[in-house]
């Protein structure tokens, strides 16, 4: 198969799952608050951070986190709402076995292709994702790296140096690192049998298997904590100076979809019944599609045909909650905190009383926010308009962010 025929294949894939590595103890990064992927940078746990760049991204399917047997209850503090998003491991004795471990648990999901990233990489960025997915092969795994930009040399036995390495060609490996999912366990499970425990990273197993590795663009910010000091960068990097002025932000959203032949309708997470159905090309659930556009405007990045256009056939039908979750995993990566939402549905019919308590609680697990944050008010249009000829149904969505404040001048 040539490579543009390995493209195309793997374009039609479903998502591409994610294992990410947090079992280790961090020892040299400190205890203060547990390992160092539970340590605090901008008042959030480091792994915290991880996921949310990981379940934000659209390409992103199963994630299993590896963690210690001893973090069950430290991973969930951390991770919140989204510890229920992901399937937690137990890790091995060491870090390739960990990620043997998490593989093994994909096994039932059969993906096509798995990135493993080590959870005290936060910084990760959803465009280096997006490279590093784009250069795996059915045959190929791929490697971001940086080029090495410091003069190498080489110890003496008697303590001095040796010899100056040339640098040239030589990379500093990062993660995520991506990986034709089969031969990738499978590179694993032999290793592990034969007792191979001195990898210390996955594209080492990949190149003792003779998988071939492409090197893609790294992240100079794509930095891996592991010293008390990199923790203390990290969180003045985030954090800054304590803010003084909050920086809290409104976003609006409206939308609106015609009716059409049809038994039920959607509104806000919850199927109900009536005697038409709303038109659109995934579940046409106006109230949650108005509430994606108020998310996304917090933080600038956009509406929902920015990053569910209707013309990608695979949006068709799907549940409105993606396109949600999606929004408000960018406003958390972005260092935002959910404050409330609030949506207005405007029809004639159905009735939209009865379902309300329904329709709060899914939202407040989509929003991992109380339920008193969250208001879900339905009007009328006295008869005016498309909707009082009941030609449709609109809504007007508004949500509050709080973000990281600014220090005054």
């Known amino acids: 198969m040539t490579d543009a025929?390995?493209?195309q294949a793997l374009a039609a894939d479903d998502k591409v799952a994610v294992v990410i590595v947090a079992a280790g103890r961090g020892a040299r990064a400190g205890q203060a608050d547990g390992p160092k992927q539970y340590q605090r940078i901008g008042g959030r746990a480091v792994i915290a951070r991880t996921l949310d760049v990981f379940l934000a991204h659209t390409k992103i399917g199963p994630v299993v986190v590896a963690i210690h047997a001893d973090d069950s209850g430290l991973f969930r503090s951390a991770a919140g709402a989204n510890a229920d998003r992901v399937v937690t491991v137990t890790g091995g004795a060491s870090r390739?076995?960990?990620?043997?471990?998490g593989l093994l648990a994909l096994r039932g999901h059969a993906p096509r292709r798995v990135l493993v990233h080590d959870a005290v990489r936060p910084f990760v960025d959803a465009e280096l994702i997006d490279?590093?997915?784009?250069?795996?092969?059915?045959?190929?795994a791929a490697l971001p790296a940086l080029p090495v930009a410091d003069t190498l040399?080489?110890?003496?036995a008697a303590g001095m140096i040796g010899e100056t390495v040339s640098r040239n060609g030589l990379h500093a490996a990062q993660t995520p690192q991506g990986f034709p999912f089969w031969p990738i366990l499978a590179a694993h499970e032999k290793a592990h049998h034969l007792g191979k425990a001195d990898f210390t990273d996955d594209a080492a197993i990949a190149e003792w298997a003779h998988i071939p590795v492409k090197i893609v663009p790294g992240s100079p910010d794509n930095v891996k904590l592991t010293w008390a000091r990199d923790?203390?960068?990290a969180d003045q990097r985030l954090s800054g100076e304590r803010p003084r002025f909050p920086d809290i932000r409104t976003g609006n959203g409206y939308d609106v979809h015609a009716f059409e032949p049809g038994d039920h309708v959607v509104l806000c997470g919850v199927s109900i019944p009536h005697d038409k159905k709303l038109s659109g090309h995934s579940d046409a659930d106006v109230g949650l599609h108005a509430l994606t556009d108020a998310l996304l405007a917090t933080c600038g990045a956009g509406d929902i045909g920015t990053h569910f256009p209707p013309s990608d056939p695979q949006w068709k039908g799907v549940a409105?909650?993606?396109?949600?979750?999606?929004?408000a995993g960018l406003v958390r990566a972005r260092g935002g905190r959910i404050a409330n939402a609030d949506i207005t549905l405007i029809c004639e019919a159905p009735r939209v009383?009865?379902?309300?308590?329904?329709?709060?609680?899914?939202?407040?697990?989509?929003?991992?926010?109380?339920?008193?944050?969250?208001?879900i008010k339905a009007?009328?249009?006295?008869?005016?308009?498309?909707?009082?000829?009941?030609?449709?149904?609109?809504?007007?969505a508004t949500a509050s962010v709080v973000f990281p404040g600014d220090v005054p001048e």
């Open 153 to 156: 040399k080489r110890e003496s």
């Open 320 to 327: 409105s909650r993606i396109f949600v979750e999606h929004a």
């Open 5 to 7: 025929s390995e493209k």
């Open 131 to 140: 490279r590093t997915i784009a250069a795996i092969g059915e045959r190929q």
């Open 353 to 375: 009383g009865p379902h309300r308590e329904a329709m709060t609680e899914i939202l407040s697990a989509m929003l991992a926010i109380s339920r008193d944050r969250i208001s």
């Open 231 to 233: 923790i203390s960068m």
């Open 379 to 396: 009007t009328t249009n006295e008869k005016l308009g498309f909707v009082g000829r009941e030609e449709g149904i609109a809504a007007i």
């Open 96 to 101: 390739q076995d960990s990620v043997r471990l």
